[in-house]
């Protein structure tokens, strides 16, 4: 379903329009408080607003939220805690009206899509965080809503956790085709999430664009400033490879990245990206290479780590507890490893 918004505002919303295609992840990112989660309830139907909304064409601004076809799932969504897990995800099929054998086999169905069959009979209580999001994930797509509303769905759960979830849950969302606005103010996450980024800061839409375009063309100071400090390298020179793969030479090494068949101008990889290891890594020996720890600084919870390759400088961002396990410090050699999948490459238009 396409999803069409026209000079949407309310007190928080300021003039939104966005266009949303037919079976897209959009990601609505920015930081706390700047909109993201009212644009939601605007679009359920659940705040007032001025402004026009359409779904594949057709204005929906009369309709009540129960008859906009919208699954939300919220940031706080809360388990009925004296139902199963087959109870809740049923709970609102039976609101719907459902029963019988029908009813048995749309939760069937949720519990299976989610991997979580084995629950069934479990209560709340008992269920780990990520297996809790992935119950209230069935009880919201059960209804085989037309939309589905996330309201930063993994905020909850561990950082391991979240990403298994969100793989899980782009997997599912490929599969059902199914039209998705993802709320966050993780960059990580609206990277790894959205088909498109739409970027929020004081109630407007700054950008909206693939990461690819926020990340080397961004429209403005408030966009740059939020995707904060990636690696990015100047190519120098490439080489075309079968598979839709290229060789790009940064400078003192050379990366395998993904290839259109124009010339590539940069090359882009987020710190969080950059794996380090103490010994050489089994397999192929692809965007592997080895670096010297030049910088470690403790940032929160996390840990940035500057490591030289050759003359060259890259940033790898790593957990606490990674550093610890590996004993990493200033002048220790590792191994750096850039996996190809979650590099970016801004490509001229004017072809080769």
């Known amino acids: 379903m396409e999803i069409q918004l026209e000079n949407v505002e309310n007190p928080i919303c300021k003039g939104i329009n966005l266009r949303v295609k037919s079976g897209e992840m959009l990601v609505i990112a920015g930081r706390t408080g700047v909109g993201k989660t009212t644009l939601l309830n605007i679009i359920a139907g659940l705040t007032p607003y001025k402004g026009r909304i359409l779904f594949n064409g057709k204005p929906i601004d009369h309709l ?30 039976k609101a719907k009206g459902l029963k019988g054998e029908v009813l048995k086999r749309r939760v069937k169905e949720a519990l299976e899509l989610m991997g979580i069959s084995e629950l069934s009979d479990r209560y709340p209580s008992t269920l780990s965080g990520g297996e809790a999001q ?20 993994f905020s909850k759960v561990d950082l391991g956790t979240a990403k298994r979830l969100r793989l899980h849950l782009k997997r599912i969302q490929r599969q059902m085709g ?39 063309s961004p429209a403005n100071h408030s966009v740059s400033s939020y995707f904060g400090n990636p690696n990015i390298f100047c190519c120098s020179g490439q080489k075309g490879l079968p598979f839709g793969l290229a060789q790009a030479d940064l400078g003192s090494f ?38 010297k720890i030049k910088e470690v600084e403790k940032v929160g919870a996390l840990i940035k780590a500057k490591v030289q390759i050759g003359e060259d400088f890259i940033t790898v961002e790593l957990e606490d507890s990674t550093l610890k396990q590996m004993d990493l410090r200033e002048e220790k050699e590792v191994y750096v490893i850039i996996p190809l999948r979650w590099i970016k490459t801004f490509e001229a238009e004017d072809g080769v």
């Open 64 to 93: 009540p939220p129960e008859k906009r076809q919208v699954g939300y799932m919220f940031q706080n969504q809360l388990l009925f805690p004296h139902m199963s897990v087959w109870e809740n995800v049923a709970f609102p099929l």
């Open 134 to 153: 992935r119950v209230a994930l069935a009880r919201t797509i059960a209804t085989m809503p037309k939309l589905l509303l996330l309201d930063e769905p």
């Open 178 to 216: 199914i039209t998705t606005l993802f709320v966050t103010h993780n960059l990580q996450e609206a990277f790894e999430m959205g088909d498109r980024i739409a970027l929020m800061e004081e109630g407007r839409i700054q950008q909206i664009g693939t990461p690819e375009e926020l990340l080397f």
């Open 254 to 291: 050379s990366l395998i990245v993904p290839w259109s068949g124009k010339r590539i101008l940069k090359v882009a990889f987020f710190p969080w990206n950059v794996y380090l290891s103490q010994d050489p890594p089994p397999g192929p020996n692809v965007n592997r290479f080895k670096g």
